[in-house]
């Protein structure tokens, strides 16, 4: 059974809470444990805290009472580029330098960045941002995985790296500023424990983007055409860095819409995981803001 965090629908004051979700049941059980608190500890010790919650809890939340909110509250979130032919191929179509994509994708270290705070995450049916000053965007679609601060995988999520591809294509050192920026990361639905998905290395990915109702283009593709391990990603992301409280990595997308398509605000894309979920998200366009002088 997965992992969520909500928010109580009916709720005074807003405030988010750990949940398992039993889904037979359509109900949420509150925990009292934190993501981050979890995350600290080792993967048996994490287990048998979530159990014996559940087992003491003697409140339940319905799902349709609940608002889903992106599975982190204190992780980064870390991604990895070109781990898939088809993004290498993008990224060489956009870029005017694109040769060195071409080396990423066969180099030994992967292409490895920051890309967003858990404040800056959006969860389902939440909205997912493009910039006002690009006039290329697309979503990318990715399996997310949730890493505890020892080096362990801890769960899968879905995840949606929105990003700017006219900013980055215009010069590689401005990958920041295509990847980077308020509500650019949608997680969610929930987070999978990793016993409940059979194999991380063949999910199904599947991408759906509507426009005025109507599917404007979708696509499928599926994890075991990535190029490089979870476990080498995993292993690179840790090599110089820890994270106490754990986080998350995104592992690539290897859907990527056409050279001629862009996200439009109103947009919905829908991203389904097998085994995962389905995570809906609608798009907003930042407005242009003005530092204070």
Same mark, same amino acid.
């Given at each position: 059974?997965?992992?969520?965090?909500?928010?109580?629908?009916?709720?005074?004051?807003?405030?988010?809470?750990?949940?398992?979700?039993?889904?037979?049941? *359509?109900?949420?059980?509150?925990? *009292?444990?934190?993501? +981050?608190?979890?995350?600290?500890?080792?993967?048996?010790?994490?287990?048998?805290?979530?159990?014996?919650?559940?087992?003491?809890?003697?409140?339940?939340?319905?799902?349709?009472?609940?608002?889903?909110?992106?599975?982190?509250?204190?992780?980064?979130?870390?991604?990895?580029?070109?781990?898939?032919?088809?993004?290498?191929?993008?990224?060489?179509?956009?870029?005017?330098?694109?040769?060195?994509?071409?080396?990423?994708? *066969?180099?030994?270290?992967?292409?490895?960045?920051?890309?967003?705070?858990?404040?800056?995450?959006?969860?389902?049916?939440?909205?997912?941002?493009?910039?006002?000053?690009?006039?290329?965007?697309?979503?990318?679609?990715?399996?997310?995985?949730?890493?505890?601060?020892?080096?362990?995988? +801890?769960?899968?999520?879905?995840?949606?790296?929105?990003?700017?591809?006219?900013?980055?294509?215009?010069?590689?050192?401005?990958?920041?500023?295509?990847?980077?920026?308020?509500?650019?990361? +949608?997680?969610?639905?929930?987070?999978?424990?990793?016993?409940?998905?059979?194999?991380?290395?063949?999910?199904?990915?599947?991408? !759906?983007?509507?426009?005025?109702?109507?599917?404007?283009?979708?696509?499928?593709?599926?994890?075991?055409?990535?190029?490089?391990?979870?476990?080498?990603?995993?292993?690179?992301?840790? +090599?110089?860095?820890?994270?106490?409280?754990?986080?998350?990595?995104?592992?690539?997308?290897?859907?990527?819409?056409?050279?001629?398509?862009?996200?439009?605000?109103?947009?919905?894309?829908?991203?389904?995981?097998?085994?995962?979920?389905?995570?809906? !998200?609608?798009?907003?366009?930042?407005?242009?803001?003005?530092?204070?002088?």
């Amino acid at each position: 059974m997965p992992l969520c965090y909500y928010q109580p629908r009916e709720a005074a004051h807003a405030y988010q809470v750990l949940g398992w979700i039993d889904i037979e049941n *359509d109900q949420i059980i509150p925990l *009292d444990s934190s993501l +981050a608190d979890l995350l600290e500890m080792r993967s048996q010790q994490r287990i048998e805290q979530i159990n014996d919650e559940v087992a003491a809890s003697s409140t339940t939340v319905p799902v349709r009472d609940a608002h889903l909110l992106p599975p982190v509250d204190e992780q980064e979130v870390w991604a990895a580029g070109v781990t898939y032919e088809r993004s290498r191929d993008a990224r060489m179509e956009e870029s005017r330098t694109d040769d060195i994509y071409d080396r990423v994708y *066969d180099a030994v270290r992967p292409e490895v960045f920051f890309k967003a705070p858990a404040y800056r995450c959006v969860g389902p049916w939440d909205q997912v941002a493009i910039r006002h000053d690009s006039d290329w965007n697309v979503p990318e679609p990715e399996l997310a995985v949730i890493i505890d601060g020892h080096g362990e995988v +801890a769960g899968y999520t879905i995840g949606n790296d929105v990003s700017s591809r006219s900013i980055e294509g215009e010069n590689p050192l401005y990958l920041p500023q295509a990847k980077i920026y308020t509500a650019s990361c +949608a997680l969610g639905p929930w987070l999978m424990l990793p016993h409940e998905l059979a194999d991380p290395s063949n999910v199904a990915i599947r991408m !759906n983007i509507e426009r005025g109702g109507e599917v404007v283009w979708s696509g499928e593709t599926s994890t075991s055409r990535m190029h490089r391990s979870v476990a080498d990603l995993v292993d690179c992301l840790f +090599a110089a860095l820890e994270f106490p409280v754990g986080v998350v990595l995104l592992t690539g997308t290897g859907l990527v819409p056409p050279a001629e398509f862009t996200l439009q605000p109103h947009d919905v894309v829908q991203i389904e995981l097998e085994g995962i979920g389905t995570l809906t !998200n609608h798009v907003r366009q930042l407005p242009k803001r003005t530092a204070a002088r």
